[in-house]
Each structure stands twice: as C-alpha cells, then as structure tokens.
C-alpha cells in the first residue's frame, strides 16, 4: 500500500464536548495489481484522526471506492495502520508549519 497524496479538515466541535483535535483524512492510495484492496476505479481511505495532549490515534478508517464512493469491507492490517498514522502526523505538522508561514 502507498499513500501519494491527501487533503485535510479540521473537524469543528461547536459545544466543545470533545478533548483535543479531530482531522478527518482523504488519503489516495495505490496498491498493487494482486492486491484484494485494487480496483480500477480508484482507492481513498478515509481516517478520522485524533491529536490531543498525550498522543495521537486513529479514531477510525474505512476504504472507498473512489469513482462510486462505495465503502469497502476491510479495515486496515496492523502495519499499514502505523504507515497511515506515520502519515497522519508528518502532514498535520507540515500543514500546520504551511499555515503558520503563510499568515
């Protein structure tokens, strides 16, 4: 599994019920040919991400069918999840070092 790209949002908490931040993940995804995750019309997943003081996590992640949108039935093995959480965290602190340039 590779990642070659994503975009980003900071999830809203209007009543400030939750502790720390909620990212919500699009990340574009390639896999090989053999692989039970490849179709032709294209992969994303889907990863609500948490960062608060003590760490960061992976709250939840689903596949989708990128030209239907359908979700797909597999959840992540063990070492793609510490790939996707690597990722998650080198974009929000370059994302955030992006933001902080720019104002």
Do not use: W
Not at 42 to 49: A, E, I, T, Y
Not at 81 to 100: F, I, P, R
């Amino acid at each position: 599994m590779k990642i070659t790209g994503h975009t980003v949002e900071l999830l809203e908490d209007p009543f400030g019920l939750l502790t720390g931040d909620r990212y919500e993940y699009f990340l574009n995804i390639e896999v090989d040919e053999d692989d039970e995750l490849y179709t032709d019309k294209g992969l994303l997943l889907k990863v609500l991400f948490l960062v608060d003081e003590n760490n960061s996590r992976i709250l939840q992640s689903y596949f989708i069918e990128q030209e239907t949108e359908t979700v797909l039935d597999f959840e992540l093995e063990d070492d793609e999840a510490e790939l996707v959480k690597a990722y998650c965290e080198q974009h929000l602190q370059a994302d955030e070092e992006t933001e902080t340039e720019q104002e």
